[in-house]
């Protein structure tokens, strides 16, 4: 069973920086995508950013600029280095790992969808 363990959240002025960090383990090979996902209260769990094991990222709008996600090649682990927080950062940050892989000779594939248990980001003065 792949497991993710999130570093890195805490409590942070406006214009700020943190770090986040996740690793997965228990997995043989190199998670398709990984990336994290933020949920603030009474709000939608929306995405932040990605990263794929070929190397394409995705960037919500809302942290072009402040924000860059960091994954060494096909790593199972990435970093989010969040600059420039404001308050609106605030939220339960959750990395997530998703992908698919062959599991028979006729080429069906298992999906598969993994979340860590979150670590908080407060952005306040």
């Known amino acids: 069973q792949v497991q993710l363990v999130e570093s890195g959240g805490g409590l942070v002025q406006p214009g700020g920086s943190l770090t986040l960090s996740c690793v997965a383990s228990?997995?043989?090979?190199?998670?398709?995508?990984m990336g994290w996902y933020r949920q603030a209260p009474g709000k939608q769990r929306e995405l932040v950013a990605s990263?794929?094991?070929?190397?394409?990222?995705n960037l919500a709008d809302s942290v072009q600029g402040r924000f860059t996600i960091s994954r060494a090649g096909a790593r199972n682990a990435i970093d989010l280095l969040m600059n420039s927080l404001r308050p609106e950062d605030t939220a339960v940050y959750y990395c997530?790992?998703?992908?698919?892989?062959?599991?028979?000779?006729?080429?069906?594939?298992?999906?598969?969808?993994?979340w860590g248990q979150g670590t908080q980001v407060t952005v306040s003065s």
């Open positions: 990263s794929s094991k070929g190397g394409h990222v």
């Open positions: 228990g997995s043989r090979s190199s998670l398709d995508v």
């Open positions: 997530n790992a998703r992908g698919s892989f062959v599991i028979n000779v006729e080429g069906a594939r298992h999906q598969y969808d993994y």
